[in-house]
């Protein structure tokens, strides 16, 4: 299986935030944005190992700025690393005012997905090839989240994540 370059799969998707798509404050209800963000996120994985995929775990999101009303959403995909059936993929928001061209980050996040063969089994992905500074950095950290996510979610013990605890030994 060939390894694949994180440019090969990036998405950049683009949404209007309309009035049904608001909380009472006039601003992107976080529901909606999440449910734009798996979207996002799973045409990236799936275009990383061509193959149906789903979603494993959605880590952490703080929501930085909210998105007004009017505004546009702009979400950026890219798979940070991939494991045996799984990949890392990490996502980040901006807001747009376009009428004053006004542009502010607004929340990023890091989700899971796994790949699925014709029974609708994990099945093997092609590994990551980081290119840039910023790649390198995400897949460099990509193992550590991922032994945090595993001992959350039940499926590491504590005792088996040897990168995560180098971290906080002070040797990662
Ligand atoms: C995700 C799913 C395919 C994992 O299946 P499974 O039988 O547990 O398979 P495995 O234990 O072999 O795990 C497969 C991969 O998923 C990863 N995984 C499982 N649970 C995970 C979690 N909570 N977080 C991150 N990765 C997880 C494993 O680490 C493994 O990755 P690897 O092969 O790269 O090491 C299965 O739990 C599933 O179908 N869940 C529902 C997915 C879904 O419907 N999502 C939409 C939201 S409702």
Redesign the pocket.
């Known amino acids: 299986m060939n390894a694949k370059k994180v440019s090969d799969s990036i998405n950049h998707m683009n949404e209007l935030v309309l009035p049904n798509d608001t909380n009472t404050f006039g601003n992107l209800m976080g529901g909606r944005l999440m449910y734009w963000m798996d979207i996002a996120a799973a045409y990236c994985a799936s275009k990383h190992c061509n193959t149906p995929v789903?979603?494993?775990?959605v880590d952490n999101i703080s929501f930085k700025n909210p998105i007004k009303l009017g505004h546009y959403v702009h979400i950026e995909a890219k798979v940070t690393r991939a494991?045996?059936?799984?990949m890392e993929i990490h996502l980040k928001v901006w807001g747009e005012d376009t009428l004053h061209q006004f542009k502010y980050e607004s929340n990023e996040a890091y989700f899971?997905f796994?790949s699925l063969d014709p029974n609708d089994r994990?099945r093997t992905v092609p590994e990551v090839i980081p290119e840039t500074e910023a790649e390198k950095e995400l897949y460099d950290g990509a193992l550590r989240r991922r032994q945090l996510?595993?001992i959350l979610?039940g499926?590491m013990k504590p005792d088996d994540a040897t990168e995560l605890k180098a971290l906080f030994n002070g040797k990662g």
């Open positions: 789903v979603t494993a775990s494991f045996n059936t799984s899971t796994v994990p996510r595993l979610g499926k």
